[in-house]
Every structure is written in C-alpha cells, then in structure tokens.
C-alpha cells in the first residue's frame, strides 16, 4: 500500500493566507525531510524533520513520529510559496538511505 | 559556486540512442544518488553510492548504469533508450552514510530528458 501520503493534493490560497500540510506515513522513520519544488523545478531541503518542531521564516515544520504524521505549516503565504511541496521518509523497515516521497501537495498562491 | 550541478539541463534524443548525464557536488558529501521524477511529479530513487560504492540499486532496468569515478561525482548512462525514459532525473546529495545521519538531501536542478 501507499506508504506516504500526503493533503490535500492540491491548495489554492490568496496572499496572506496560512495553509497546513500534512504528511502520513505507515510505519516508524529514521529521516523525514520536506522540500519545495518551485515552478522551475528547482529542488530545495525545507526541513530535516524526523520528529519535533523547526521553525525558519514564514515556514514551520513538525512531526508526531509516535502518530506517524507531519505537517509543514506556511504562514502569510506570498506568491513564491508557490510550486509543489514534497515530504519524503525513510522508514526503518526500508533500506538505508532510501528516501521515498509522497504525491505532493500542489500549492498555488494568487496575488 | 553551485553546490550539485549536472549536465546538460536538457537532453532530447530519439529511441534507441545511448546517453549520459554528469553530476558534480561542491559540498563535501559522502553520499550520492538518482532520483526520478516522471510526468506526474512523482519521485523515485534509482540509485544511491556512498563512497564510490553502491548501496542502492532499485528496480531500474539494466540499460541504466551509474558510474562514480571518485565521491564528488556521480555519472548516469542509459543504453537503448525508450520512450518510456522520458522523464526529469535529479541527482542529489548527502552527508555521511545512511542520510539519516542529520543531514538534509541537496538537488541538482535537474536534466529533462525527452526521447523522440
């Protein structure tokens, strides 16, 4: 079955807006990294995230390894928010080093 | 002073043709790898080298071949290529064996291959 999920598959937010994503997982993790994929299709590490709270700029991030869940928070979102958001695991019964990713959460933000 | 870099950013060839795509990382990492993205964004590993050496191999036919002559740099050769390649590949890296080792995966920004 479908080892990572991530919701809503698609997000329409007006400037200013806050939004949370989340991200379901179905077994323990080793490594839980969130990126941002913009609409060049630039790649960028959000957050290293395998259990706890960060926090950096508009953006935050925590996951309940316990309750196999993530969430990336983004608030007063602006227009270069925009692009898919992507939360990828490594569970402890996978191989090493093998991060597998989930659909994404596609985010438009209009102005 | 790009940080993982590979080459060319586009690539569009027709069936059957043999090609490759380079990547080198300024970042001092161990680890090395390539990632998939198909038409649907979704995201699969192919391979990963830690050290020159190969330690994921997924299920991926055998006319890929990575090649890693030293750590910094990860190469991909696909043979007899077919339509069904077509795809964005991203190659990455990360600090230390396995990634979970704290530390973060960093992308190239990709080669959009496209086979006619």
């Known amino acids: 079955g479908i080892q990572v999920e991530q919701s809503p598959p698609d997000l329409i937010l007006q400037e200013g807006a806050n939004s949370t994503l989340r991200c379901n997982f179905s077994d323990s993790v080793n490594n839980l990294q969130w990126f941002h994929q913009n609409p060049w299709g630039q790649l960028i590490n959000l957050f290293y995230?395998?259990?706890g709270t960060k926090q950096n700029g508009r953006l935050s991030a925590t996951t309940v390894a316990t309750e196999r869940y993530s969430l990336l928070y983004i608030s007063s979102s602006q227009t270069t928010d925009s692009g898919v958001y992507f939360c990828?695991?490594?569970?402890?019964?996978?191989?090493?080093?093998?991060?597998?990713f989930g659909a994404g959460t596609q985010v438009v933000v209009t102005p | 002073d790009t940080a993982v870099s590979q080459t060319p950013k586009y690539l569009v060839t027709q069936m059957g043709n043999d090609k490759s795509i380079k990547c080198e990382q300024n970042?001092?990492?161990?680890?090395m790898y390539w990632y998939k993205q198909d038409s649907k964004k979704f995201l699969k590993i192919m391979f990963s080298y830690n050290n020159k050496e190969l330690i994921i191999n997924e299920t991926v036919p055998n006319r890929f071949s990575p090649k890693s002559p030293d750590k910094a740099h990860l190469n991909l050769h696909i043979n007899s290529l077919e339509l069904g390649d077509s795809a964005v590949y991203f190659c990455a890296s990360s600090q230390g064996w396995p990634s979970s080792y704290n530390s973060p995966l960093h992308f190239g920004n990709g080669t959009r291959l496209t086979v006619t």
């Open positions: 990828a695991v490594e569970l402890t019964t996978d191989s090493w080093g093998k991060l597998q």
């Open positions: 995230i395998p259990s």
């Open positions: 970042l001092g990492h161990d680890t």
